[in-house]
C-alpha cells in the first residue's frame, strides 16, 4: 500500500482548502482510510476516517461540521475537504490506511499501518 497526500498550502483563516490522498493497492476492501495531523512539538492527532467499503465516517470533535472526508473507490482517492479554518489548523497533515479490526475505533495512529507523507497547511490569522 502506498499513500501519496497532497494539497497543502497556505491559506487564511476562514479559507478553505481540499487535501487529497492518492492511494495504490489491489484491494482496499475492509480498509479504513483516515487523516491524521501533527502540529510542531505536538503528537499527531485524529482528524477523519473513513470505511473504504461502506464509506462510513467518523470525526474529531473539532473537525465536526467544518471538514468532510470523503472517497472515490474508482480513482482510489481519499480527500479532505477542510472549511472555515483557524490558525490552530495549521499542521502536517497525513493520510493513513489500515484493516479495520474488531473493537476498533478508527481514531488512533496503532490502528494504521501505512501512512503517506505529510503535506503542511499553514492557516494565518
Known amino acids: 500500500v502506498q499513500l501519496q497526500a497532497s494539497g497543502g498550502g497556505m491559506v487564511q483563516a476562514g479559507d478553505s482548502l481540499r487535501l487529497s490522498c492518492a492511494a495504490s493497492a489491489r484491494t482496499f476492501s475492509g480498509y479504513a482510510l483516515a487523516w491524521f495531523r501533527q502540529a510542531p512539538g505536538q503528537e499527531r492527532e485524529f482528524v477523519a476516517s473513513i470505511t473504504w467499503s461502506l464509506g462510513r465516517t467518523y470525526y474529531a470533535d473539532y473537525a465536526k461540521g467544518r471538514f468532510i472526508i470523503s472517497r472515490d473507490n474508482a480513482k482510489k482517492t481519499v480527500d479532505l475537504q477542510m472549511n472555515s479554518l483557524k490558525p490552530e489548523d495549521t499542521a502536517e497533515y497525513f493520510c493513513?490506511?489500515?484493516?479495520?479490526?474488531?473493537?476498533?475505533?478508527?481514531?488512533?495512529?496503532?490502528?494504521?499501518?501505512?501512512w503517506g507523507q505529510g503535506t503542511l497547511v499553514t492557516v494565518s490569522s
Open positions: 493513513a490506511a489500515g484493516r479495520i479490526a474488531v473493537g476498533s475505533t478508527l481514531r488512533s495512529t496503532y490502528e494504521y499501518e501505512y
